[in-house]
Nanobody, 125 residues
Framework: QLQLVESGGGSVQPGGSLRLSCAAS????????VLWFRQAPGEAREGIAV????????EYADSVKGRFTVARDNAKHTVYLHMNSLKPEDTGVYYC??????????????????WGQGTPVTVSA
């Protein structure tokens, strides 16, 4: 059973940056595509960035394109989300989720079978 733990969330001013990490227990993350999604209070889940199992393919939601970058280090069993030029509307709880296989399933969180517990991000002045 794959277990995922997110870290790196916190409070930041608009225009600031954060790096989130998604660490997998044990080995084997290299066999999984990984999605980052978020949920703001009272809002639906929003898939924002996904990376294939070896990092060849990535996809981003329009809301974060050009500001966020997803990357992975399979030797460290970790996937990262680099977030720059943060805006108040980026506030929410950020989750990573994994799906076994090379290919991603797009930005739909329900298509990924293993989820972490989330890390909160607050962007405010």
């Amino acid at each position: 059973q794959l277990q995922l733990v997110e870290s790196g969330g916190g409070s930041v001013q608009p225009g600031g940056s954060l790096r989130l990490s998604c660490a997998a227990s044990g080995s084997g993350l290299e066999y999984y595509a990984v999605l980052w999604f978020r949920q703001a209070p009272g809002e639906a889940r929003e898939g924002i960035a996904v990376i294939s199992n070896r990092g060849e393919d990535t996809e981003y939601a329009d809301s974060v394109k050009g500001r966020f970058t997803v990357a992975r280090d399979n030797a460290k069993h970790t996937v990262y989300l680099h977030m720059n030029s943060l805006k108040p509307e980026d506030t929410g709880v950020y989750y990573c989720a994994a799906r076994l296989g090379r290919d991603t399933a797009g930005l739909v969180p329900e298509e990924y079978h293993f989820w972490g517990q989330g890390t909160p991000v607050t962007v405010s002045a």
